[in-house]
């Protein structure tokens, strides 16, 4: 079973957009009252909601060892350790295409600061979900995550995107409202 | 891994048993890491704070500042290429080309600083840009600015001392594959940070008059 890095970005990522969207939305900005807005914002909840319905749909508790699941009734084999237990090599050149990529991404997001499609709010949305992917294609591949242990990209990406989301909730819809007070 | 071995065979909560699956030394760098980027997600989220809510200038030209830091992102994630191919031949055996891509890592993080220490000073000299005044408006611009990238190229500069380091050991044999795969993931965060770093600060104050 591997745990889908992708979903997780996705969630991530229309997270964000999700919660700049309904921060405008309690703002009464003017992208408030169009309906393309709404839909987004709903698309965003679906896609989290079906992402992580996904994730606890493929969760097996055996995966994580005899010790998660004691007392749960749950019969397991020990998990033990394999010979070589830490790095499972990838081939060279998704490497090669996975660099390819973040540059295209990175040439994407200079011409967009040009191009100027909308404004600075709709901007840092873009942006920050443009940036999103290509942290989850560094986390992935890069730093090997898709690689190792399932449960260990829950570990150490569920505790810091759980924050940062949390971080945005909290900082995203004040500062809009600054913006409509209009200092 | 033969300790690893042994641990898990004694109960878990005597030690045994390794449920994440990997060493302890990457373990501790991937609790570092989310720990840090806790600490620069608080900074760009407190940046785009004041950076929705102000007028906030955008004096960035698309030369030297937009080609500079484009080209500094180039040498970023080309360093992280060739970190992954140092790591890779690591684990592989091939010890001598792991430590060439390690220095190759290392060089491509100083043209990073050279470049980088390029843009500051032409914008403290030739623009007057400075952390606590500047000409185009809010003086929060160049605080955050220089607290941010200030904040990055420390870590890059980390980056190479550790990495120069890990090469050193590596090549005598003080350390193995995993303390090269580490010191990578290092790496990679700083890579990955500045992936945030560049569109939030220079995308977003390009002047495109």
Redesign the interface.
């Known amino acids: 079973m591997i745990v889908s890095l992708i979903g997780y970005l996705f969630t991530f990522a229309l997270g964000i957009w999700g919660v700049a969207t309904f921060a405008q939305l309690i703002a009464g900005g003017a992208l408030a009252a169009s309906l393309d807005n709404l839909f987004l914002t709903l698309f965003s909840a679906l896609m989290a909601v079906l992402s992580f319905g996904y994730l606890a749909w493929r969760f097996n508790p055996s995966k994580l060892g005899p010790a998660a699941v004691a007392g749960s009734g749950v019969s397991v084999e020990p998990y033990v350790l394999p010979e070589d237990p830490v790095y499972k090599d990838a081939h060279i050149p998704i490497f090669n295409k996975i660099w390819m990529g973040l540059l295209a991404l990175t040439l994407i997001e200079v011409v967009l600061a040009y191009v100027q499609i909308a404004g600075v709010l709709v901007m840092l949305m873009i942006l920050l979900v443009l940036s999103v992917i290509k942290a989850g294609m560094i986390m992935g591949w890069f730093m090997h995550l898709k690689f190792d242990h399932p449960i260990f990209s829950w570990v150490v990406v569920a505790p810091a995107a759980a924050c940062i989301l949390i971080m945005c909730g909290y900082f995203f819809p004040d500062s809009f409202r600054l913006l409509e007070l209009g200092f | ?1 033969s300790e ?2 042994a641990a ?1 065979a004694e109960p ?1 909560w005597q030690g045994g ?7 302890m030394k ?1 373990f501790g760098m ?2 570092f ?2 720990s840090d ?2 600490t620069f ?2 900074l760009l ?2 940046y ?7 007028d ?1 200038p955008t004096p960035f030209h698309f030369f030297p500042s ?1 080609v500079f830091a ?1 080209v500094m ?2 040498v970023l ?2 360093s ?2 060739t ?3 140092g ?2 031949a690591a ?2 055996g091939a010890r001598r080309a792991a430590v060439k891509w390690i220095w190759l890592t290392a060089l491509c993080g100083l043209i990073f600083v050279a470049l980088h220490s390029y843009e500051w000073m032409h914008l403290m000299r030739d623009e007057g840009m400075y952390p606590w005044e500047n000409k185009y408006g809010s003086p929060l611009f160049g605080g955050t600015f220089f607290l941010i990238t200030g904040l990055h190229m420390f870590h890059v500069i980390t980056g190479i001392a550790y990495l120069s380091i890990v090469a050193l050991g590596y090549r005598r044999g003080k350390w193995g ?2 303390d090269v ?1 580490v010191a ?2 290092y790496w ?2 700083v ?2 940070v500045w ?2 770093v ?3 600060i ?3 104050s ?1 002047n ?1 008059d």
């Open positions: 891994m690893a071995h898990a878990t048993g390794a449920p994440f699956a990997v060493g990457k991937w609790l890491i989310v980027s806790l997600s608080a989220v407190a785009s704070y004041v950076r929705a809510a102000n906030w937009i484009s992102t180039l994630l080309s992280s290429l970190m992954v191919y790591v890779s684990h592989h594959a995993e795969e990578g993931l990679h965060f890579d990955l992936m945030f560049f569109p939030l220079y995308l977003l390009t495109v």
